[in-house]
C-alpha cells in the first residue's frame, strides 16, 4: 500500500461544490479519507499557497500519431500534457490513417498505454476517411472506446449525413463534436475577413462561414434531440446563437482556445505563420463576444486544440502554411492570466470547473473530481506564479507557438496521474 | 530586400513608378483625383498605389464590383464607388487593373461580357473623361476586357510611358538600395 498527503493545500473540486484548505489523501491511486491512513508510511507533499485541483482535462487535442510522428508522438503529446497540468487529454481522430475504424482505436489505446505519462481517450471519425461522404463505423467506435466522434480538422458538409450521424451517435451514446466551417463560404480563406485580410492581400475566412454551421448544428441538435459541442468557438455570432439555442433547451455547448482570447487578426500583419490557425483569430469584437460567452457560461469548456506542426512545414509562406498551433503547456498560464487576472470574467474555481467536471460531464468520463474513491489525478497549480513561455524548453517535439516569451501570471507545477507525480516544475 | 511584388500584397516599385509618371505628366500629385478600377481584392498593384497616391495628398476612389472591392478597403482613406459613370467625369487620373482570371473562383462576377459593360472603359465610356485626364494601365493588358484598344493606344494613354519609366524607376530603386554611395 502506497500513501501520498498533499497537505495545507487549497483543494478545489468543482463536482463536489468543494473549496477548502484541507489535506488530500492518495491511497493506492486514489483519492482516499485520510481517516484510512494509520500509522502507514506515507509520502508527504507541501501544497501551502497551491491550489489542489483535479486533474485538468483537455478535451481537444492533437497528438499525430498514427502518421505524422515528425510533428508529434503520443509520448510527446502526453508529457506536454503534463507539463501544462493535464491528466487527461482527448485527442482527434485526423491521423493517418484516420481514426474512423476500431483497429487504429486499439493502436492509439495501445500506444497510450505503453509510452503515455497521461490518460489518452481517442475519439472516433464520424465519415470514413473523415471525407464526410459517408458514415464511419460509429458504433464499433464506441465499442472500441472513443469518447466522443468527430471529423475535426474538416467539417461534414452534406447536412443529411450530418443528421444521420447525430441520430447513430445518440443511439450508441456519444456526444457528437464539430468543427464549424462552412466550406462554400470560407473557399480558400486562410486569416479572418476584414481590415487586416484587405490590407495584406490575404484570402478572407468570414465568421459566417462559422456561424452557418453553428446554426446547421443547433437545427440537428434540435431535431435529432441529442448533444452537439460546437469546437474551438471563434465568432461573435457563433456565441449569439449558442447562448439563445441553449435558453431553449436545445443539447448544443461551446469551447474556447486561448488564442481566441488572447490574441486578434492584428497579430497577423507581420506574416508569421505562427498565427495561422483555424478558425482564424478574429477582431476585438469577437473576442470581446467569447470573453462574454465565458462569463455567463454560453461557452462552458476551455482547451487548446494543441496543433503540432514541424518548423520546416510553418516556415514557408502564410498562404501555404498548415493551420494551427500548439497549446498544451501555454494555455492553462493564458487562461489563468487572461480570464482570472486580467479581465475578472471568471475566479479560479469556475475555472477549474471549465477544465475539469465540464468536459467530464459532457463526455461522461470517470475524471475531473477529487471524490473519494475517485483516481488520483491531480493538479497542483500556482494561480499567481509569474512566469515566461520558452518554447524551446517545450515537451512537445514541435515548437510551433506564438507565445514564446510572454510573461504570464499562474501555471500547474505539479501534475499526478493515477497518485504517480509525472511531471513538476 | 525589395519588394518586387508579393502575391495579392504589395507590388512597391509599380506603386512608385505610377506615381513617378502621373507627376511627370501632371507636375504633382496632390490634389488629384485618381481612380483605379477593376479587380482590387485581388491587386498588389492596387495596393502600393493607393498607399503612395494617398500619402502624397491625391483623392482616391476604387470602381469596381461589391466582391471584388470590399467596403473596409475605405478604412485606408479611400473612397469606395461601384458606380463607374458618375465618377469618370471628376478624375485627373484612371488606372486600369487587370482582370486576373487564374485568381478568381467563378462567383467573383458573373462573366467577362457583363464585367466589361458595367466597368470596362469601353470607346463610349472614355468620352466621360476629361480632357487631360490621364489613362493608366500596369499591364498585360486583356484589350477589350477592362479597357478597349482604341482606348489603351488613344491620345490620353500614358500605358507606354509607365513601361519606360519603370525602367529607370527600378533602376533608380536597385541603384539606391544597392548601398553605391550618390
Known sequence: MSAIIIRNGRVIDPANKRDEVVDLTIIDGRIADKSSIENQKTESIDAKGLIVAPGLIDMHVHLREPGFGHKETIASGAQAAAAGGFTTIVCM??????????????????????????????????????????????GSLGQAGVVAITDDGHCVQNHELMRRAVEYARMVGLPVLDH???????????VNEGYWSTLLGLPGWPAAGEEA??????????????HIHCQHVSAVGSVRLIREAQARGVKISGEVCPHHIALTDEAIQNFDTNYKMNPPL???????????????CTLSILCSDHAPHAGFEKEVEFDQA???????????????????HKHHKIDIVRLIEMYTLEPAKLLKLDAGTLSVGAPADVTLIAPDLEWTVRTDQFQSASRNSPFDGWKLKGRAVRTIVGGKTVWKL | MINAGDGAHEHPTQGLLDLYTIREKRSKIDNLHVVIVGDILFSRVARSNIFGLTKLGA??????????????????????????DKVLPDADVVNLLRIQHERQRKEYFPGISEYTTLFGLTKERAKLLKPDCLVMHPGPINRGVEIDSEVADG?????????????????????LCGGIAA
Open chain 1, 322 to 340: 498548415p493551420f494551427g498551433i500548439v497549446g498544451l503547456e501555454t494555455e492553462l498560464g493564458i487562461f489563468i492570466d487572461q480570464l482570472v
Open chain 1, 93 to 138: 481522430p485526423n491521423t493517418l490513417p484516420a481514426a474512423d475504424n476500431p483497429a487504429t482505436i486499439a493502436w492509439i489505446k495501445d500506444r497510450a498505454a505503453a509510452a503515455a505519462s497521461v490518460n489518452v481517450l481517442p475519439t472516433g471519425a464520424i465519415s470514413k476517411n473523415i471525407a464526410g461522404e459517408e458514415l464511419a463505423p460509429i
Open chain 2, 59 to 84: 483623392r482616391v476612389t476604387l470602381v469596381g464590383p461589391s466582391t471584388l472591392v470590399p467596403r473596409e478597403f475605405e478604412k485606408l482613406g479611400v473612397t469606395v464607388s461601384n458606380q463607374i
Open chain 1, 213 to 226: 454551421i453553428v446554426m446547421r448544428n443547433i437545427l440537428l441538435a434540435e431535431l435529432c434531440d441529442h
Open chain 1, 282 to 296: 478574429r477582431s476585438k469584437a469577437d473576442v470581446d463576444a467569447i470573453l462574454e460567452g465565458i462569463a455567463d
Open chain 2, 155 to 175: 491620345l490620353q494613354s500614358v500605358i507606354l510611358d509607365q513601361v519606360t519609366n519603370g525602367l529607370a524607376v527600378r533602376m533608380a530603386v536597385l541603384y
Open chain 1, 180 to 190: 464549424c466551417q462552412d466550406y462554400n463560404l470560407v473557399g480558400k480563406g486562410v
